[in-house]
């Protein structure tokens, strides 16, 4: 696996702080030639340095202001199939096999409790399901953030 280097990570935090700025742009905020920098950002997206856009988007914006973190227990040999039947719900944003207590945590968005309890019924309807256990998010304590880790390669 092919890691991220001073530029690269230079490229990314600049890109943090201003995402919508061309390669001009960021070319000359960094001292690079424009050449170097669009050549970074290709080599960037081969390696799928970057996720999709709808990453960025707050479900609340489209009237999901309930997130929730669903643990399924599940029977192992119908794991493949559960993933696509929970692929199929479209509140389930996300969903990660874990190893652990339960099988999978899957975070959900809701536009309130009524309609979480319609979900994790969804859910529990899928084969393979055994059970369920919610937990409602209260607090986003610390986002999704990965500048401290570009910092940390820019500190090596």
């Known amino acids: 696996m092919h890691t991220l ?14 995402p919508r700025q ?11 030639s424009r050449n170097t920098v669009q050549a970074r950002m290709a080599s960037l997206e081969l390696r799928n340095a970057f996720l999709a ?18 643990s399924i227990h599940v029977q192992q040999q ?13 509140e389930v944003v996300e969903a990660h096999g874990l190893s652990g207590r339960a099988d999978i945590l899957a975070r959900v968005v809701s536009t ?8 994790n019924g969804k859910i529990l309807a899928c084969d393979g399901v055994e ?15 990965l500048t401290p880790l ?5 500190d090596k």
């Open 5 to 18: 280097d001073g530029t690269d990570a230079r490229i990314l935090l600049a890109m943090v702080q201003d």
């Open 22 to 32: 061309t390669v001009v742009a960021l070319a000359q905020q960094l001292g690079l």
């Open 53 to 70: 856009f709808d990453h960025r988007i707050s479900p609340a914006l489209l009237g999901y202001p309930l997130t929730a973190y669903i």
């Open 78 to 90: 119908k794991l493949a199939a559960l993933a696509a039947s929970l692929a199929g719900i479209p």
């Open 112 to 119: 309130g409790a009524e309609d979480l309890f319609r979900i």
């Open 131 to 145: 059970r369920t256990e919610t937990s409602l998010a209260m607090n986003e304590l610390v986002p999704f953030r």
């Open 150 to 154: 570009l910092e940390r390669v820019l």
